[in-house]
């Protein structure tokens, strides 16, 4: 009843005619699901220093009190910088920067084949006059990637909040950091002990108070959530260590 | 063949529309599609927008099987069920991530999974594959309706006992609290919801006796 030249020809015209379909409807879609994504991030971002706004509102905000956005290389220099909308230095606006890919390209380093120095991006905040620093997070949770932001005093070593999210943790378990009672926890902690030595930020099983760990450095783990609270004590290290460099010269020179 | 003309309405095609509500639901009779009622029924919001997109899904991939049914080589029905399920899924994806991100990102692979969702083939093979389109396109309203009824009941008692909330607003007054109630944190986990469905089955059966297996 049906050749098989029929077959054929029904089943190449009806992909062709689905992939123009799709295609269409991927293109027409995309600068709408990209400025989603884009203030996602930007909300991200200021969620860590407490601006809480709408994903509508967020473009506007983030223009408003992010002054500079800063690219800085592992030895702690500036290589791209932009500010009041324009690339002022370098190549690459930091914002535009995909942190698991230089991330990827850290480890490739200390696998002795990457093939270029990872830069990561630093975010500049004026909040109502207090400088702020806002370091952008990447790190892997129990199912999937987990991910945030943290802002810092002007000191650079004190955190003025942070915000997490992840894409898969278990609900009510390790899902339980991008609430505000874990988040809360990271106010007030610093990153350097007395000596200005880099010590980062533990989440602690058990709880800090039961552990040799100082109060400075620890937060409380999330009970059942042991998985997820490693992925973000291991994400805060390997992140933040990356700006150490900067961080040093940079309070040397305010010196 | 009977060519006398059929009312939109008539009586045969307002039982296609309603008889998957209850006798022929595809959830809890004929238990298709339990994956995702399992997966996105923590929350009202992701469940009601889960359920609008299959009814997209199955009531559009209805029609198009139906207007192709005469076309299509018996070989490769399949395929082209499946080409046709995709396209529409993935349609519906893209739309999703364009105007409503967040509820797309609570419902994230699920929408994905619509594709191997029992129901849509289901629907196909048994109904569309050999009925005219507006049949069709009531069978896929009135099994997709029957499938997000069943996603929105669950959805609505994981929620409020989950979470204290209905469609995201606290509905269990701050008193409550005081007095030592506490969100029930097993109504968000998966197993919870086949707990649920179960409790739906039992009662749908034992009100409905002709349900019940010999």
């Not at chain 1, 943790?169 to 990271?186: D, K």
């Amino acid at each position: 009843m049906f050749s098989n030249r029929y077959i054929y020809t029904y089943a190449s015209v009806m992909v062709i005619i689905v992939a123009a379909v799709l295609s269409t409807a991927s293109q027409v879609l995309k600068p709408f699901q990209d400025s989603n994504i884009k203030n996602e991030k930007f909300q991200g971002i200021l969620s860590a220093a407490e601006v809480k706004v709408t994903r509508a509102e967020a473009s506007e905000a983030y223009k408003k009190y992010i002054i500079e956005e800063l690219a800085i290389d592992s030895e702690g220099n500036v290589v791209s910088r932009y500010a009041d909308g324009k690339l002022v230095e370098g190549d690459i606006r930091p914002f535009d920067i995909v942190l698991k890919d230089e991330l990827r390209l850290k480890q490739d380093a200390k696998a002795g084949k990457a093939r270029r120095e990872p830069v990561w991006p630093l975010y500049i905040m004026n909040h109502d006059g207090v400088k702020q620093y806002i370091i952008p997070l990447h790190g892997v949770g129990l199912w999937g990637p987990v991910w945030g932001n943290i802002a810092f005093n002007s000191d650079f070593n004190t955190v003025a909040g942070s915000s997490f999210d992840h894409k898969s943790e278990t609900p009510g378990l390790g899902a339980e950091i991008n609430t505000p009672w874990f988040q809360e926890e990271f106010k007030g902690k610093q990153i350097f002990d007395q000596n200005g030595n880099f010590v980062s930020i533990t989440v602690v099983k058990g709880g800090v108070s039961n552990s040799s760990i100082n109060p400075l450095h620890g937060v409380d783990a999330i009970s059942g959530g042991t998985i997820t609270s490693n992925g973000v004590s291991e994400m805060l290290a390997n992140c933040l260590e990356n700006y150490v460099p900067f961080i040093k010269k940079n309070l040397t020179s305010h010196e | 063949m009977s060519n006398t003309k059929e009312s939109l309405f008539s009586p045969k095609n307002v039982k296609l529309l309603t008889a998957p509500l209850g006798r022929e639901n595809p959830i809890t009779v004929q238990v298709l599609g339990i994956c995702s009622a399992l997966a996105v029924t923590v929350k009202l919001q992701p469940a009601f927008v889960m359920a609008v997109s299959v009814m997209a899904v199955l009531a559009v991939g209805n029609v198009l099987i139906s207007l192709l049914r005469k076309t299509i080589a018996p070989r490769i029905r399949i395929i082209v069920q499946l080409v046709i399920i995709a396209a529409l899924v993935i349609l519906v994806d893209q739309v999703l991530k364009a105007f409503v991100y967040d509820i797309s990102k609570q419902l994230s692979v699920f929408v994905g999974l619509i594709i191997t969702n029992c129901i849509l083939m289901g629907r196909f093979e048994a109904f569309s594959m050999s009925n005219k389109p507006w049949p069709s396109f009531l069978d896929g309203i009135g099994n997709s309706a029957g499938y997000g009824i069943i996603l929105i009941v669950v959805a609505f008692f994981r929620e409020l006992l989950g979470s204290g909330t209905v469609w995201g607003y606290h509905v269990i007054p701050q008193f409550m609290y005081d007095i030592g109630y506490k969100n029930n944190g097993l109504m968000i986990l998966p197993p919870m919801a086949l707990i649920v469905v179960g409790i739906i089955i039992w009662v749908q059966r034992s009100k409905d006796k002709e349900l019940i297996e010999e």
